[in-house]
């Protein structure tokens, strides 16, 4: 069998940014309206830090204003608190991220439960998860939608396919399985204890991948044709000591089974900003009442 085609998040995130920068100047045009997002960095994690100067160069870049607001590792959570109030009532600010992990004195809960739902450009607050799991209009979060875009795009109709999630976390796996449910699909969510799991991976017309653990998914565990979609970004030993990413499923055999694939880097990774980019319009169109420009 030819191996399989490869999604190409890259040329995909570069569409999606082109779009919302022409959304972003018809709502200049028509309603003299600048979205704006805001991301608020606690610490100086050094992966965190790459992620919130890539959001703050693609939010300029598509004419939306970007504020940044970098505390210190020891900031209390009072103090972070009243930053996200203050973020709150401001009217230029139309999405709001706190980026995670937050350092352990600051209960992360309590934070995202502070954030504006209509501002919640994460999709984390509960009210978001809940608007999602009852099908009514949310803030969707940003790997998971990038995940879904990159799906639809591959596999057209998604109604009757049997999809898995492996891994169960609030940022991807539980939303994924939203997203996935809402458009029709048959979904399996998988985890540490399920039994079989290479089983229940074979049965898969559509796999996403979010474990973060290298290279877990073997090629012989996946659906000859099935859709992949790697969602991991772990950092290996690599030759002569260096480093490299590579994704949950293990590409080299992966891609000789699977109908089509993301890699690991360029694959889902440049579509979560791009998202963000997205939902900050979406907020902004809905905080004001306008409709989201085609574009
Ligand atoms: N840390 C890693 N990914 C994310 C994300 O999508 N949102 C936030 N807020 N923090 C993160």
Known sequence: MADAKIIDGKAFAAKVRERVGRQVAALKDKHDLTPGLAVVLVGE???????????????AESGMNSFEHKLDISTGQDTLLALVNQLNDDPKVHGILVQLPLPDQIDEQAVLAAI??????????????GRLSTGSEALVPCTPRGCLMM????????????AIVVGRSNIVGKPMFQLLLGESCTVTVAHSRTQDLPGECREADILVAAVGRPGMIKGDWIK????????????????????????????????????AITPVPGGVGPMTIACLLANTVTAACRQHGVEEPEA
């Open 224 to 259: 000859p044709g099935a859709t992949v979609i790697d969602v991991g970004i772990n950092r290996v030993e690599g030759e002569g000591g260096k480093t490299r990413l590579v994704g949950d499923v293990d590409f080299d055999s992966a891609v000789k089974v699977a109908g």
């Open 45 to 59: 994690d050094p992966a965190s830090q790459v992620y919130v100067r890539n959001k703050g160069k693609q939010t």
């Open 116 to 129: 504006d739902p209509a501002k919640d450009v994460d999709g984390f607050h509960v009210v978001n998860v």
């Open 151 to 162: 799906l639809k795009d591959a596999v057209g109709d998604l109604s009757g396919k049997k």
